[in-house]
């Protein structure tokens, strides 16, 4: 039986930090299901069809990463039920800094409590990415400062764009 893992987010915009999540899970698992957040009530630069698509690209075209680990999907869903339509019982969370912390603990326990069965394993990205944010890049970009070395070539494209 393969081990499939969960990772949940907004992904508003993709950054370095997410994508080490990625590829330290894909180390641990034989599957990733990218869950892209399509909750109503978040305010998002990119709609979730063009967060599928940033997330797409920057994985499989910028960094040519497996096709057949990785699967990116839209949810507006608990996150609970996300891991039941997989058939996983895995969530995977980012942590950047300790204040990450109490809120994904948190979290964690809120989706242990929606169903006892699911683990949450926490990763953290590699120090040099640990300061990155989706907000920050998005904040540094519309201020047309230089965002390289927090996310990929697409994905600053898709974000300058938006910013035009």
Same mark, same amino acid.
């Given at each position: 039986?393969?081990?499939?893992?969960?990772?949940?987010?907004? *992904?508003?915009?993709?950054?370095?930090?997410?994508?080490?999540?990625?590829?330290?899970?894909?180390?641990?698992?034989?599957?990733?299901?990218?869950?892209?957040?399509?909750?109503?009530?978040?305010?998002?630069?990119?709609?979730?069809?063009?967060?599928?698509?940033?997330?797409?690209?920057?994985? #499989?075209?910028?960094?040519?990463?497996?096709?057949?680990?990785?699967?990116?999907?839209? #949810?507006?869903?608990?996150?609970?039920?996300?891991?039941?339509?997989?058939?996983?019982?895995?969530?995977?969370?980012?942590?950047?800094?300790?204040?990450?912390?109490?809120?994904? #603990?948190?979290?964690?326990?809120?989706?242990?409590?929606?169903?006892?069965?699911?683990?949450?394993? *926490?990763?953290?990205?590699?120090?040099?990415?640990?300061?990155?944010?989706?907000?920050?890049?998005?904040?540094?970009?519309?201020?047309?400062?230089?965002?390289?070395? #927090?996310?990929?070539?697409?994905?600053?494209?898709?974000?300058?764009?938006?910013?035009?």
């Amino acid at each position: 039986m393969s081990k499939i893992a969960i990772y949940p987010g907004t *992904f508003d915009p993709i950054t370095f930090g997410h994508i080490d999540v990625i590829k330290k899970a894909l180390k641990l698992f034989d599957k990733i299901v990218i869950g892209v957040s399509d909750e109503s009530n978040k305010n998002y630069l990119f709609s979730s069809k063009e967060r599928i698509e940033i997330v797409n690209k920057a994985l #499989f075209s910028d960094l040519k990463l497996n096709k057949k680990k990785i699967l990116v999907v839209s #949810f507006g869903s608990l996150t609970t039920d996300l891991c039941k339509k997989y058939k996983s019982n895995i969530i995977l969370r980012g942590l950047r800094a300790v204040s990450d912390f109490e809120y994904e #603990f948190q979290l964690a326990g809120m989706n242990r409590k929606l169903n006892q069965n699911i683990e949450t394993i *926490f990763l953290m990205s590699d120090v040099e990415n640990q300061i990155i944010s989706s907000r920050f890049v998005k904040e540094i970009v519309k201020l047309k400062g230089d965002i390289k070395k #927090f996310t990929t070539k697409s994905t600053i494209k898709s974000l300058k764009k938006k910013y035009e």
